[in-house]
């Protein structure tokens, strides 16, 4: 197994079964009355460089529920390689805690923190990735089809970093991937031929689009995310004055599968790119999948800190 969880790339298609099999088996022994104190007496640092709800509050009390504790290091606190170097926070941290969690702007920072930290580092988002949120996607998928083969997964909107992971995930369980977004916004070039082999292998489609009613044809799930990402706030006129035609709204969800699924990331931005009544309406899984990443990222840190 690995030290660090950077990226669903990283891992091959059993391990990422098996973080799924872990996290569903967590949950069960959670909803049955509490989980093993397994990683008693372990700590996790969890570094932010950008605001979240979701994947602090999952991340701590995923840590709590191990037996564990979890350190919340604000954007103010340790000025990622601007107070102090990313190589010396790193060899400093591994003094004191088992683990890193870090949110961060740039991808490369928390390549480096791996880098140079001899103890595991999780991905908690970059500019690039979202690798714990796919993890949680996947097993809200595998939850409701009872199968990740076979599955049309198609994400409208941004090629942003929740989408890079969504597709490398679908890629290596054998679900179809399809993604349609304006030109301009695709997903990099490096990410999309990077997964093209893997994609192969497990037998998944890829389809690169532009038009999100060709695209939602026959999906089993539908999966949004915000036009504008953390970081690019600068641009947020320019994309609402493009995305509007990839909002998920009734009329699109209606053209798909009867049993589709509707997923987002969260936080959503109702009226862009997702309706109230898409949202909270019949198809709508994004609660169960926004509960999913406590289940999904405890069974990361199972899986990386047990025998740290
Ligand atoms: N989806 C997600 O990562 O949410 P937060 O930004 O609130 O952590
Ligand atoms: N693409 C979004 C995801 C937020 C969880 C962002 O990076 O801001």
Redesign the pocket.
């Known amino acids: 197994m690995h030290n660090d969880f950077l990226d669903i790339i990283d891992y091959t298609p059993e391990e990422l079964q098996s973080l799924l099999d872990l996290a569903a088996a967590l949950k069960k022994e959670y909803q049955a009355g509490g989980n093993q104190p397994v990683l008693k007496g372990k700590v996790l640092a969890m570094i932010f460089q950008?605001?979240?709800?979701?994947?602090?509050?999952?991340f701590e009390v995923g840590m709590h529920h191990l037996g564990g504790d979890a350190l919340y290091l604000s954007p103010n606190e340790i000025g990622l390689g601007k107070r102090e170097s990313i190589a010396d926070i790193a060899r400093v941290l591994e003094g004191y805690v088992h683990g890193i969690m870090a949110?961060v702007f740039e991808h490369e920072h928390v390549l480096e923190l791996a880098k140079w930290a001899k103890i595991p580092v999780i991905n908690?988002?970059s500019d690039y990735s979202?690798p714990?949120?796919a993890l949680a996607d996947m097993l809200t998928i595998f939850e409701k089809f009872g199968t990740t083969k076979g599955l049309n997964v198609t994400y409208v909107g941004d090629g942003n970093n929740?989408a890079v992971s969504l597709m490398q995930i679908c890629a290596k369980l054998g679900s179809n991937f399809t993604i349609a977004n304006p030109v301009d916004y695709d997903m990099p070039a490096e990410a999309i031929e990077t997964v093209k082999p893997i994609a192969a292998a497990s037998g998944a489609k890829l389809s690169f689009l532009r038009d999100p009613h060709e695209a939602v044809r026959n999906a089993h799930v539908i999966y949004t995310d915000t036009w504008t990402s953390?970081g690019q706030e600068e641009e947020s006129a320019k994309r609402e004055a493009v995305f509007p035609p990839y909002q998920v709204n009734r009329q699109l969800v209606s053209e798909a599968r009867e049993d589709v699924i509707v997923l987002h990331?969260?936080?959503a931005h109702r009226g862009q790119e997702i309706t109230d009544e898409v949202a909270d309406g019949p198809h709508s899984a994004l609660f169960p999948e926004?509960h999913n990443?406590l289940h999904a990222q405890k069974a990361v840190l199972y899986t990386l800190l047990k025998d740290k």
């Open positions: 950008k605001p979240s709800l979701r994947t602090r509050v999952s949110r908690g988002l979202h714990c949120q929740v953390m990331c969260l936080p926004a990443r």
